[in-house]
């Protein structure tokens, strides 16, 4: 897993102590970095730690996450966030759901997290179920969450899709969180 | 020959209009002299407005305007306060006595600034915070966890200056109590830039779609209610549908000028007209954010 700072990617492509992810040519220098970071690495999760960071608009959320979310789609690997903050998570959400894209976040200062995103109410209880109580293939989270099978079949291949969790022989694996 | 441009005396987005009627033809061959004394009161939108007017006739290539100060000492105390001469200064012949700006607390959370570059837009959003969680939480009754809200709202639409104007612009913050439409406080985002308006930024790609209807009616149509950029970025368009969903959370306003039109997302609150054409023209754009009170004052 590759561990990436904002804030400290913010201070350094901006040359200045900023704390706030604004404006789009900020977004986009920081995805630019971060970018020829994850080049560099053998990776297949990222995680983008929002911590220290204050403000969050749409444009920078769109050009650091959806962005490369997009990107990590097409080489199947993962983006992760931690460390946000309940204020940043419409910003996220806003432009998660206008890309159809959604993301496994933890939250500051709590052990909570969630999936933020373009995904169902159904998904993210089957994502809740796979942290609080481990991997699961579908009969299993039917019956944890008292669901017919095939509900509980496709709140997994929707996590599945966006790469939330993992199956293995059938059994999905929630991504790690920090 | 001089054109005397009158500002109105309650100078705010409706009378911006009779304001902009002065200028005639744009830009006016005659020299202009903008005539402030008669001012009583000037809103964030009227103090960007001017300021705009002034760039919009230097980038025009015109000879510098006159502007004289308004003749009340309250509201010429009020505009140095805002930090409106020191900008006026470089672009106006000022006349009458500019007093010197007051410091200490007021009801000015964002001085008048300009917005010339990304980084600018930095500075606001760091100067606002701590004033804005004051103001929403403390005075309009609005959960604090909304201010990140507030701060994306004024990121985003100071944006489409640096984005799209072609120039650089305008903004200013201020809470005021907005006695004649509603009774109740109100922050208000004035942001406003002479550059190269809607119409013009969204025409080489949505011109065609509209047809014999294209225009700046047309093209604040596209931009406010169907979210179109003039990038093909799939991810453009979002600013000012973010700004609206901000808005209709806490039954904010939002109206955008450009041109020869006004468009308006109306709150229940408000009788605005949502769509004006064929006014005035005026050069850019001209945006203003309202968010009221959740209650009326006791």
């Known amino acids: 897993m590759v561990q ?62 959806a962005k490369l979310l997009l990107a ?101 694996h929630p991504v790690t969180l920090l | 020959m001089t054109r005397v441009v009158e500002v109105p005396a309650h100078f705010d987005d409706k009378s911006f209009d009779q304001f902009a009627g002065w200028f005639g033809a744009w830009p006016p061959e005659e020299r202009v002299l903008v005539d402030a004394r008669g001012c009583q009161w000037a809103s964030p939108y009227g103090l960007v407005g001017l300021l705009t007017a002034g760039q919009a006739l230097a980038e025009a290539g015109k000879e510098r305007p006159l502007l004289t100060v308004p003749a009340a000492d309250d509201v010429r105390r009020y505009w140095a306060r805002t930090g409106f001469f020191i900008h006026a200064a470089e672009l106006f012949e000022l006349h009458g006595k500019i007093p010197r700006a007051a410091t200490g607390p007021s009801d000015v959370l964002l001085d008048v600034t300009p917005i010339r570059a990304s980084g600018d837009i930095h500075d606001i959003v760091g100067k606002i915070q701590e004033g804005a969680a004051r103001i929403l939480t403390g005075e309009l009754g609005i ?8 701060a994306m709202a004024l990121s985003e639409a100071c944006q489409n200056i640096v984005e799209h104007a072609g120039t650089s612009g305008w903004v200013a913050v201020q809470a005021y109590t907005f006695r004649r439409r509603l009774g109740r406080r109100v922050v208000v985002i004035a942001v406003s830039d002479g550059g190269v308006g809607f119409r013009r930024s969204l025409e080489s790609t949505q011109a065609k779609r509209f047809g014999d209807r294209w225009g700046d009616a047309t093209a604040l149509e596209a931009a406010l209610i169907q979210n179109v950029s003039r990038f093909r970025d799939p991810g453009r368009g979002q600013g000012l549908a973010g700004i609206k969903r901000y808005l209709s959370r806490w039954q904010g306003k939002i109206s955008i000028r450009s041109g020869t039109a006004r468009l308006a997302i109306v709150p229940p609150w408000d009788e605005d007209v949502p769509l004006v054409d064929h006014l005035p023209f005026f050069p850019g754009a001209q945006v203003q954010v ?3 009170a959740q209650h009326a004052e006791s």
């Open chain 1, 72 to 172: 990590a789609a097409t080489r199947d690997r993962v983006v992760i966030l931690a460390g946000v903050r309940e204020d940043q998570r419409d910003a996220l959400e806003h432009v998660l759901v206008h890309h159809r894209l959604a993301v496994a976040a933890s939250f500051a200062g709590t052990d909570a997290a969630d999936v933020i995103g373009w995904t169902s109410s159904d998904a993210r209880e089957a994502f809740a179920s796979l942290r609080a109580d481990g991997p699961a293939d579908a009969a299993r989270i039917a019956a944890r969450l008292d669901w017919p099978h095939e509900r509980a079949e496709a709140a997994l291949e929707d996590l599945g899709r966006h790469r939330i969790a993992r199956a293995t022989g059938g059994v999905f």
């Open chain 2, 143 to 150: 959960e604090a966890k909304a201010t990140m809200g507030f």
């Open chain 2, 290 to 292: 309202v968010i009221p």
């Open chain 1, 4 to 65: 990436i700072s904002l804030r400290r990617v913010l201070q350094e492509a901006v040359a200045a102590p900023y704390r706030h992810l604004v404006t789009r040519a900020t977004g986009a220098a920081v995805r630019g970095r971060i970018e020829a970071v994850l080049a560099d690495a053998d990776w297949t999760i990222t995680l983008l730690d929002f911590s220290g960071v204050d403000c969050l608009d749409l444009s920078c959320a769109d050009e650091i996450v």
